[in-house]
């Protein structure tokens, strides 16, 4: 199963425990596949270079470069990703996610993003909330 996660569910995975940490454990246990971009992973960089993710537990947020590289290496594959069409008119930065998704060949993204939760299927790939997608991965 090929799954795309956005910044914030990467984030959250990485630095709570809930729901969004169940799906990057079952990247690790080799039972989902995570894929990502190179975009998705620069503003990962990006959000993880905030003053508020300074001082936070797990991999050592005051190098987010080297945290990024830890995502990378430990749990996604990375998608060369060729367009990206504009799908999300109110967020323009979703599209990165979809494109990605497509790009990836992924049978779902999961995101906390109203923007995506709304469009509920994007062709044969389901958008799904953290909750959504480990009830729906438990049921199968």
């Given at each position: 199963m090929r799954v795309v996660l956005d910044t914030n569910t990467v984030i959250s995975g990485l630095l709570w425990p809930g729901n969004p940490r169940r799906i990057l454990d079952l990247a690790r246990s080799g039972e989902v596949t995570l894929c990502s971009s190179q975009a998705l992973l620069i503003e990962l960089l990006d959000v993880l270079r905030r003053p508020k993710f300074c001082g936070s537990t797990g991999p050592d947020w005051r190098y987010p470069r080297r945290s990024s590289r830890w995502v990378r290496c430990a749990l996604a594959e990375i998608i060369q990703v060729t367009t990206v069409e504009p799908l999300v008119a109110a967020d323009p930065d979703d599209d990165e996610v979809l494109a990605c998704?497509?790009?990836?060949?992924?049978?779902?993204?999961?995101?906390?993003?109203?923007?995506?939760?709304?469009?509920?299927?994007?062709?044969?790939i389901r958008i799904v909330n953290a909750v959504q997608f480990i009830k729906l991965r438990l049921e199968s």
């Open positions: 998704a497509l790009s990836a060949q992924a049978n779902y993204v999961v995101s906390g993003d109203q923007h995506l939760l709304d469009l509920d299927r994007l062709g044969q």
